[in-house]
Nanobody
Framework: QAQLVESGGGLVQPGGSLRLSCATS????????MHWVRQAPGKGLEWVSA????????LYADSVKGRFTISRDNAKNTLYLQMNGLKSEDTAVYYC????????????WGQGTQVTVSS
């Protein structure tokens, strides 16, 4: 049974930084694309970023490009999201998720970690 556990969220002022972590287990982390997805209050899921198995390819939503950096440590089975220059519109629950092979989307998700950007 795949498990993903996010941590690192919290309250931060606009312009601040946070680093999110996602500890994974019970699946072969090193062979899977991984994603960060967020959900703002009252809104639907928004894809944020993705990274390929060896970390050589990264993808970002336009809304976070240049501010967020996705990375991974395959030896630790852990995914990261470094968030800089945070804005109020970044306030959301952030989820890490395993890429679903085939048609796309994700098949396993963490419980989420709350990020609140407010002065």
């Amino acid at each position: 049974q795949a498990q993903l556990v996010e941590s690192g969220g919290g309250l931060v002022q606009p312009g601040g930084s946070l680093r999110l972590s996602c500890a994974t287990s019970a699946f072969t982390f090193r062979t899977n694309w991984m994603h960060w997805v967020r959900q703002a209050p009252g809104k639907g899921l928004e894809w944020v970023s993705a990274i390929n198995p060896n970390g050589g390819t990264t993808l970002y939503a336009d809304s976070v490009k240049g501010r967020f950096t996705i990375s991974r440590d395959n030896a630790k089975n852990t995914l990261y999201l470094q968030m800089n220059g945070l804005k109020s519109e970044d306030t959301a629950v952030y989820y890490c998720a395993k890429d679903r092979p085939g048609w796309g989307g994700c098949d396993y998700w963490g419980q989420g970690t709350q990020v609140t950007v407010s002065s």
